[in-house]
């Protein structure tokens, strides 16, 4: 991956949330309030936090990034073990190919909802940051 961008994964719209989006990316974490730019479309998305996820919290399997001040997580409900261990392996594989959930928001309102699958986007760094 390049530097400085991301590649989005999946993008959900969750009523009542916002945007999930999976970005699979090199950096030491995206801290909170970084835009992340399509620059074919000039559109800009903020990122409001780290999403970490259930299972791999209580497996002690999260991966954390300093700069990440700002998270939530969420939970999945399984009806068997094997189906738990088979999404513990899913969301670790995530990780250990450079996969992180993040909630985002565009930065207009009247802009399309959520960026494609497959696009790379450009993180917007600034001096403190250091991404």
């Given at each position: 991956?390049?530097?400085?961008?991301?590649?989005?994964?999946?993008?959900?719209?969750?009523?009542?949330?916002?945007?999930?989006?999976?970005?699979?990316?090199?950096?030491?974490?995206?801290?909170?309030?970084?835009?992340?730019?399509?620059?074919?479309?000039?559109?800009?998305?903020?990122?409001?936090?780290?999403?970490?996820?259930?299972?791999?919290?209580?497996?002690?399997?999260?991966?954390?990034?300093?700069?990440?001040?700002?998270?939530?997580?969420?939970?999945?409900?399984?009806?068997?073990?094997?189906?738990?261990?088979?999404?513990?392996?899913?969301?670790?594989?995530?990780r250990n190919n450079g996969v992180y959930t993040y909630l985002i928001k565009p930065e207009k309102k009247k802009q399309k909802v959520k960026?494609?699958?497959?696009?790379?986007?450009?993180?917007?760094?600034?001096?403190?940051?250091?991404?």
């Amino acid at each position: 991956m390049e530097p400085n961008f991301v590649k989005v994964v999946e993008c959900f719209n969750i009523t009542g949330l916002g945007l999930l989006i999976e970005l699979k990316h090199n950096l030491n974490g995206i801290p909170p309030n970084t835009e992340i730019i399509d620059c074919t479309t000039n559109e800009i998305w903020i990122v409001k936090k780290r999403v970490h996820h259930g299972i791999l919290i209580l497996d002690k399997s999260e991966k954390y990034f300093e700069c990440e001040t700002e998270s939530m997580h969420v939970d999945s409900f399984f009806k068997t073990l094997s189906e738990r261990k088979i999404a513990v392996e899913k969301e670790i594989d995530k990780r250990n190919n450079g996969v992180y959930t993040y909630l985002i928001k565009p930065e207009k309102k009247k802009q399309k909802v959520k960026p494609e699958i497959g696009t790379k986007l450009k993180i917007k760094t600034t001096p403190q940051q250091g991404v």
